[in-house]
Every structure is written in structure tokens, then in C-alpha cells.
């Protein structure tokens, strides 16, 4: 029989609402704490999308908690990279290049909505046996040795016990300053030195602006919604923006750009609304006919930071953290989310196998998953420098092509070896740590057989003679004899 | 004219009490308010000694403030290493090996009372004009826009606003905190593997097992108080102690163990005092006559963990942090003070040659200290290593030994090239961060000697003509010339 007391649960966003329907359907009674207003009250829905990249891992620990048909109905699937150049000059549509993750079609990454997502898992979590959501509750103080913390609510102060104490409370996690201001415990937030601004596409309807034929032709949207646009290689390499579609036919982009430099919000914010749109029509051609409220938009949403936070242990007495509290990572692989949701899974899982010895699993749990926590943080942010840089570099496309071919021959042969970085991040549950070694490896074998097959000599061929080629080279070195 | 409004220093421990006299020293007014009682009231320096080792950069910086000679004339020149073997086994002092810092005898770090030290520095600060210091002012919220601080004091709260705020608070720092809480403030804390406990040697009075003689031929210490006492290469090398002599013929010891393992705090503390005897009678022989009060001592300490603090920015607003607030180390290269030290000295003069516009050189003095701070934070982590092992290695000994003659013979003649890196670190000004560059680039070429000249060799050579051979490989290798 369980333990009467509750699991107190502090945060009910995306980690914390999916890890309540995970514990409940186990059969803990779980109290969850979170510091905002019901958004099902507010009409968080419908207000401007804002999206995130649902991919393997966010999809199995969705599956677990019983919700994934439901989420993935309202999904948008983005099986590419659609590249932005900066000399698109004209309202038609052409002229981008399309880039797709895997030779499979079905490696897709998935365009969702963040509110609508938060909104189907609080409703899975009320529907869920055993779990007690409590809104306005905004916690003042942690005690991790009796499990125990304090709330300011509209009524008052509210003192919460639980069996233990977790913590899925975001970056800023009340649960982890508790641990942190205790004795060995090893902290660190280092932020980048660039922000992010969000800004927005509409639909077809609000752009006189766009040329005809467009909208039909995108299935009515303003440009391709099968993909994930970028626009890469601004301000020396150093700016990008990025486009996910949403399903009210807009798209919500993010600038990604540094403070400092003359491509940088330091430099740009100040500028007057005319030699602003001149700095977008120059740089971000396409803006001109897609943004109609750029320079609203531009001045009305805030530039934000970008934090990578990691620590350890993520266990203190009866305490527990996981998501974003325990490793906030940079949104450059998409991973923050589905991290998180990984980590629920991993952790009721562990549960389970324990038959439901919570507190036994609790080190296990951390041991397994930090490493590979940091593993993504480290990924996440030197895919910065590649979506920023290198996906416009002739060199980087070739060792993808070499890449993909190698994965398209190989993958099923010899996955473990021949199944590229961004694919085991993306398209498996293959643990990150594992698949930044593995990936590592590979990239070293696919810079071997771009220099064996060089652009130059690919010219020459057809592109079946080509793949044959590069499977060739690649089954001699991956399976350990010379190429 | 100066701004009327003082300048607000959080902390009067051993960098802001300096800190306070050399800014006083400038015509500026400062209000230093400290948490603890006044130290001179309470018979601080009555209790037992804590010591450090202050080294050249400490005494450029007391110097500055016109207190260096008192200091010294309290301090104990330590000009080497005195190694314990663990096979010390009669009482007689025999057995230990030396080895000298340097060649030069004059190049000494020295043993001095941490308590003392405060003491001296208080009563500078008091015989300053313009300083005014407030104990029992423990800091509650900082406001570093306004460079507005608050104070839990007996007689209530109290509000202080200064010109700028400074905090020199150490390494739990509320300054630090306020900044911490901010945007873009890069921040960490990491933990060593390893605790420390500090047990006593006492007089010889107190030691009616130390053999007869001893005593005497020590100047009335139990061991000799020349030299840094090291017992190391304990616990398979993860494990030493270390003693510093006091001015009351005591000396202050420190254990330096990780927490894990068999010679670990946790499973050496649970022993009971039978085994705990036995375990030091093993480890460290010696102990058996020098500590009569160890299972006591070893009881009554507690044991502390071993914290890196790295951040950046060191200013926010109008506050700017320095010393252990900002950087926080470990104590194996007997730095920490030293390098808070140095901060005080740099931002004096950095103050001096902007005429006085403080607030003109926050950003700089800053920009220019945070690399030296990381690089002394690294080199003293990586001296925990050198310490706790390396020390008792023949090979390492043999390296030391190159280096010092290559040092001796070409010292004077290529400083920037010669000189070892301890010595930069210990016994000169040389920043930091170039003290580390340039200690690596040497180290590379005493790996290169000591393999030309092997230590077969070395035996089979006269001293006189051995070290001409080192200084006529280290001539041609370090002027770009083939050895």
C-alpha cells in the first residue's frame, strides 16, 4: 500500500503536469503546487502561439502518460531545414533550399504550441486518479529533510507535506535554491552572449503584401510549413532567425542574435523604426512581404537570455529536481522539453522496476541521468554555432550529404555506428551522452569519406554511382578495415 | 573634491579592512560594515591560531598600505617543503627530506595568524582617516543601483547608501547575491571531492613524548619551523596533512582528505577512538608524539568542504564585488589571500591613475582581474594534485630538480623564461594568468631537459657538472635554439 502522505510536486508546466500523470497512474496520490493561475481559466490558448519541437523522447514519454495520439493530432511535422538566403527579393516563395534531417521521411520533428500543450496534459493530470493540482501557489520556502514547503496563496500562507518533495519548477526552480545554498552542492548559470526576440508571420490573409498563388501553393500559409525555417549566416555568421509553423496558418520566428556587434540588439534596438525595416529588408529580405508588424513586434516583445544551468547531486534529503530545475539548457537542438519529458519517463519507469520504492530510486535516478543532461547542454549549445554558421557553409552540406547516404545505406545494418548525431538525438531515445559519443565517432568517419569522395569527384558522378561509392568507404571503415 | 557620500564596504575581514585603508589613503570616505563582532573586543587572537601563508603579492599589497613590515615582523619564513615519510617511527625529528621553494633563500612564503592579521588591518584601518567601521552589521538586502545596502544590527535595521557598494563580504557573499539574482550573471560553485579538518601540534611543553633534544635543535618547536610540513601520497595518494608553525611554538595542521574511500572523512570519522589512533599510528607516525590531543581534536573540529567560486561580471550597477566574493578558491597554493590582496592593490592603483574617478575603472578593473582570478583558481586545484602526490615522486622530484637549477642558472638572465612557475606564483607580481602561460611553456621544456639528461645520468655526473649540462640544454632550448 502506498505511503498516505502525497508526493508534493512543485511546478505544473509541461515536466511537472506530464511526471503528475506518471506518478498517479502508479497509484501515488500526488499534490501539485504551481506558482501561476490555472492557463485553462485565462485563455492561454488564444493568445500568440508560441511553439516548441516535439520529437522521439517528448513523443515516448507522451505515449507512457497515455496522450500522445492527442497531442501529435494538432502537431505540425517539419522533416527539414528550410534555408532562408539573404538575396530573396521577390514575394513568390522561391528561392529557398530545403535541407530534410533524415532519408526517412518519417523523422520528423513536430511543430506544437506550448499553451495548448500545457492545457492537454493539466486536463490529462485532472482526469488522472490521485492527482490534486493547486494553483496560485507560489512557494516561499523548501524544507528538503521534511519534505515540507510553504506557499503564498490568495488565501493566505499554505504549508504543504509530502512524502517527498519535488522539484519541476523551471531554470529559476524554488526547490533548487534550496539545495543550493546547502553544503556541496555544485551550481553553475552561464548565459550566452546572445538573446532571443520572438517576432511573427501571419496568415496569408493579413499579408496584402504577399504574391498571388503563394498561399495555395503552402497549403495556406505564407511559406512552406513542412520545415523548420531558418535564415542563417546574418551579422557574419554570428545572427539567425528561425520559423515553426503553428496550425492558424502564422508562424512564430526567433531571432536569435549577440548583444554586442553591429548585428546585435545593442546595436540594433536603438535604431529609428525606418532604419530598422531598412536593416531587416537588407538582411532578411523576405521580411518585407512576411512581417508587416515587424517593427511593432520588434518593439513590443522583450530580448530575453539564454542560460545553460547544470548542477548536482539533484537529490538532497527528501528532495528531488528534474526538467529545466535541474538543467536549463539553450534552445538550439530543441531538446529542453523533450529532455525533461525524458527525464519523467526514465524516472517512473525506475519507479516501477523499484515496484514502487520512490525513495530507493531517487540517487539511481540523478547517477543515470546527469551525465546525459549535461551531454545535451554541451550539444545544444554548439548547435548554435552550426544553425548559425555551417548550414549555409558548401563544405558542412557536403559532409551532411556524405552523412545521410551513410545513414540511408547503413542505418539499419549497423545503427549503433552509422546513424548520425542529430538523428539519435531527434529520431531515438538513445541516451544523449551515448549519442554524443557515438555521433562523435561517426563524424569522424564521415570527414575520412568526404575527403576519400571530395565535391569535386561527386560533380562527376551520377548519384547512384555516388551513394554506392560512399557506402562503400563507409562499410570498409565503420566495419574496421581500411577505406 | 571627492563625493561626499562614502564608499560603502561590505566586510571587514582581511581584504576589506586593507581595502578600506588604501581607499581611506585616497581621500575617499568609507563605511565598512562587518556581520561579526569587533574581534579585538572578543580576544580573537587569544584562541588558538589559524595561519596562511602570505607570499609576495599579500606583502606588495600591505606595503601599499603602509603595514608590511609590522605584519612580517610577526611572520614565520617558510622557505621550503619538509616531507614526512610514512616510515617515521622514533621521535627524534629524523627522517623528514626538505626541499627548498627556490634557490634563493630569500624567496620565502611565511606563516602568519589569520586572527592576528585581521586585527592588524583593523587597527589600521582605524588609525586611517576616513574610514569608519560598523561591526554586528549583517547585510540583509543590497540595492546595487543605488548602492543602498541593508543591516540587521542590535539597535534594529539600518539603511546605508553609499557612492558605490563594495562588497569584500567572501565567498557567500551577499553583494554576490544581489548580482546572482540578475540577468546575464555567469556564476559557479564547484566542490571538491575533498574536505579538511585542522588538528594541533602544541609546544613542545605539552609533548612529554617527544624525544629529548628535539626541542632545542628545533628553536624550541617540535619540528622544524622553517618549512611547510607535509605528510602526503596517504590513501593511495588521494590523501596528506599539512603544518604550518605558529609564533607560540605551536603548529596549525590541516587534513586534506576526499570524503570517500578508506581514507576518507566517512569512513575514518565513524572509527572509535582505538581505531582512530591505530588509523593515524598507521598513516602518520609521527603523530604518535606530536599529537597527544588528536582523537580529541580530530572529534572537536569539524569537517569543511573545499569550494571554487568563479562569476562574471564583478560589477552590476554601482556595486562591484572582489576578493573571495568573486572568486573564491581552494587554499593548495596558498593564493586565496594573497590574490584578495592583489585585487585591493590593483583597484587602488587603478583608482590612483584615473585621478580618483572610481567609478571609471569598475568595468576595467574588473575585465582585467576576472582571467588572473580564473587562472589562480585553476593552478590551485591542480596543486591539490602536486601536493597530496606528486610530491613523494621520484620523477617529480627529479623535474623539480631541473627546474630549480635551470631557475638558479638562468633566473636572472631570462626571467620571463626561467622562472618556475611556483616561484611566479609565490615570489613575484607576475599576473596570474601569464604566470600560468608561461609556467606551462617552462614545464615543457623541463620535461624535454629532464629526458635529454635522465636521471641515470644524473647519478653518475658531480653536481657542479651536472648543472652546467641543465643550463647548457635549457640555454639552447629556451633561446628557439635545438637541444
Known amino acids: 500500500m502506498p505511503d498516505p502522505k502525497p508526493i508534493l510536486l512543485v511546478g505544473a508546466g509541461l515536466a511537472g503536469s506530464l511526471l503528475a500523470v506518471l506518478l498517479a497512474k502508479q497509484g501515488f496520490p500526488v499534490v501539485v503546487a504551481e506558482r501561476r493561475g490555472d492557463p485553462r481559466a485565462k485563455g492561454y490558448v488564444g493568445g500568440r502561439?508560441?511553439?516548441?519541437?516535439?520529437?522521439?523522447?517528448?513523443?515516448?514519454a507522451l505515449q507512457a502518460a497515455g496522450i500522445a495520439e492527442q497531442v501529435l493530432a494538432d502537431a505540425l511535422p517539419m522533416p527539414g531545414r528550410i534555408m532562408h538566403p539573404d538575396t530573396l527579393t521577390d514575394a513568390t516563395g522561391e528561392g529557398t533550399v530545403y535541407q530534410p534531417y533524415s532519408q526517412d521521411p518519417d523523422d520528423a520533428i513536430r511543430s506544437v504550441s506550448r499553451g495548448g500543450l500545457n492545457v492537454a496534459l493539466l486536463d490529462a493530470a485532472d482526469q488522472t486518479p490521485g492527482v490534486d493540482i493547486r494553483f496560485e501557489h507560489r512557494c516561499t520556502h523548501v524544507d528538503l529533510e521534511n519534505a515540507t514547503a510553504t506557499f503564498d496563496t490568495p488565501q493566505g500562507e499554505v504549508k504543504i507535506e509530502g512524502r517527498v518533495i519535488m522539484g519541476a519548477d523551471g531554470a529559476f526552480s524554488a526547490v533548487r535554491q534550496a539545495m543550493q545554498t546547502s553544503d556541496r552542492f555544485d551550481y553553475s548559470q552561464q548565459y550566452l552572449e546572445a538573446g532571443y526576440k520572438e517576432l511573427h508571420i501571419p496568415a496569408p490573409a493579413d499579408l496584402p503584401d504577399l504574391s498571388k498563388g503563394v498561399s495555395e501553393k503552402f497549403d495556406g500559409y505564407a511559406m512552406d510549413s513542412k520545415g523548420l525555417h531558418i535564415w542563417a549566416g546574418r551579422g557574419g555568421g554570428a545572427s539567425m532567425m528561425i520559423a515553426l509553423p503553428n496550425p492558424d496558418k502564422s508562424f512564430t520566428c526567433t531571432l536569435f542574435w549577440p548583444y554586442a556587434g553591429t548585428h546585435g540588439f545593442d546595436a540594433v534596438e536603438p535604431l529609428s523604426d525606418k532604419a530598422l525595416r531598412l536593416f531587416f529588408d537588407e538582411h532578411y529580405p523576405d521580411t518585407r512581404w512576411l512581417m508587416p508588424t515587424l517593427v511593432e513586434d520588434f518593439r513590443a516583445n522583450p530580448t530575453s537570455s539564454l542560460v545553460t544551468v547544470r548542477c548536482r547531486p539533484w537529490r538532497r534529503g527528501r528532495g528531488l529536481i528534474l526538467g529545466d530545475a535541474a538543467h536549463a539548457i539553450v534552445p538550439f537542438f530543441g531538446q529542453g522539453m523533450n529532455a525533461a519529458f525524458e527525464d519523467c519517463r526514465v524516472l517512473s519507469e525506475m519507479i516501477a522496476e523499484?515496484?514502487?520504492?520512490?525513495e530507493s530510486v531517487m540517487d539511481p535516478f540523478w547517477r543515470a541521468r546527469v551525465d546525459n543532461a549535461n551531454a545535451i547542454a554541451d550539444m545544444a549549445i554548439a548547435n548554435f554555432v552550426e544553425m548559425r554558421e555551417k548550414v549555409a557553409?558548401?563544405?558542412?552540406?557536403?559532409?551532411?550529404?556524405?552523412?545521410?547516404?551513410?545513414?540511408?545505406?547503413?542505418?539499419?545494418?549497423?545503427?549503433?555506428?552509422?546513424?548520425?548525431?542529430?538523428?539519435m538525438v531527434s529520431f531515438t531515445n538513445v541516451p544523449y551522452a551515448d549519442a554524443l559519443r557515438r555521433g562523435r565517432e561517426l563524424d569522424k568517419t564521415i570527414a575520412r569519406i568526404a575527403s576519400l569522395v571530395p565535391p569535386e569527384r561527386a560533380e562527376s558522378m551520377d548519384e547512384a554511382s555516388?551513394?554506392?561509392?560512399?557506402?562503400d568507404h563507409a562499410r570498409r571503415v565503420l566495419g574496421g578495415q581500411p577505406a
Open 49 to 60: 502561439s508560441i511553439n516548441l519541437a516535439l520529437s522521439v523522447r517528448g513523443v515516448t
Open 354 to 358: 523499484a515496484n514502487g520504492d520512490l
Open 393 to 423: 557553409d558548401e563544405a558542412f552540406l557536403y559532409h551532411k550529404r556524405v552523412e545521410q547516404a551513410v545513414h540511408a545505406q547503413l542505418g539499419e545494418e549497423m545503427p549503433e555506428r552509422a546513424t548520425p548525431l542529430y538523428n
Open 466 to 471: 555516388w551513394r554506392e561509392l560512399i557506402a
